[in-house]
């Protein structure tokens, strides 16, 4: 029998300890660790016109996210996990869409949320599947995070936005530009070039405990190559695949 997803609100302290517990389930919070949200700030964002959303496959949840209203008549998505059962079966997804919808709903324009530039699954998901707009690279966003998953290292986050009445992403080809970061991580010249791309490793997440100095270093080139062409113009058109972010000066086509 097919498992029947739903994505509600969730309100009340029982329903957000669940959430609380979930969030640290995903992140492997173990003891001593920062919790990737403190339930405490679930229960503010709940009861304060925030957002905090779960999805259950039948009765079970297995999906959060939350977040909170913030400056442009956006909503700030803060936080969001799936259970490692239910990857791969949409449930990130459909958490989105539920943020959008109630983004609109309420009478706000956009949703934001930033991301690790290093993992590339979630860039081909922000950027390719949903057709989110890279803002900012923000270097050290949050300052060093032991949560589980992050390694204590700086924690540099691209910023996008996903506007509630996007258009459906166009389609990325993996075209000609000079590269900025190769598939070594190393930094290249690319002065002036009108298209760039910028490799990103097939795995930080395991890199970060095989070899953490490389997991670094990979690090410190995305801010320069990629950080640093943001800073002079250029604009991220599109993430591939095969893992390159692709960019354009002066968000040229």
């Known amino acids: 029998m097919a498992e029947h997803l739903i994505i509600r609100s969730l309100h009340g302290t029982g329903a957000l300890r669940r959430a609380d517990r979930l969030l640290r389930e995903v992140w492997g919070t ?6 990737p949200m403190a339930l405490d700030l679930l229960c503010a964002f709940a009861h304060t016109g925030g957002y905090v959303g779960g999805a259950f496959l039948d009765d ?7 977040g909170f209203r913030a400056a442009g008549h956006s909503l700030h998505s803060h936080v969001a ?11 990130g997804r459909a958490l989105k869409e539920h943020q959008r919808a109630w983004a609109a709903e309420h009478g706000l324009v956009a949703v934001s949320w930033t991301f ?12 390719t599947r949903l ?5 900012a690279y923000m270097p050290d966003f949050y300052g060093p995070m032991s949560d589980g998953i992050n ?28 590269v900025v970061v190769d598939e070594t991580g190393t930094v290249r010249e690319a002065e002036g070039a009108p298209l760039l791309r910028c490799a990103t490793p097939a795995d930080v ?14 690090r410190a080139a995305l801010e320069s190559g990629l950080g640093g062409a943001l800073g002079r113009g250029y604009r991220v058109t599109g993430f591939t695949r095969s893992g390159w972010y692709l960019l354009a ?5």
């Open 249 to 253: 000066r002066g968000g040229a086509a």
């Open 81 to 91: 996990g799936v259970t490692a059962r239910a990857r791969g079966r949409g449930v």
């Open 205 to 218: 997440e395991s890199l970060r405990s095989a070899d953490p100095a490389v997991a670094q270093r990979w």
């Open 30 to 35: 173990r003891r001593g660790d920062d919790p």
């Open 60 to 66: 079970e949840l297995v999906g959060v996210a939350a």
């Open 131 to 135: 057709g989110a707009q890279v803002g």
């Open 151 to 178: 390694d204590g290292g700086p924690s540099d986050r691209l910023f996008v936005t996903w506007p509630t009445e996007a258009a459906a992403p166009p389609p990325v080809s993996d075209r000609d530009g000079v």
């Open 116 to 127: 690790d530039p290093l993992v590339r699954r979630n860039a081909f998901f922000n950027l």
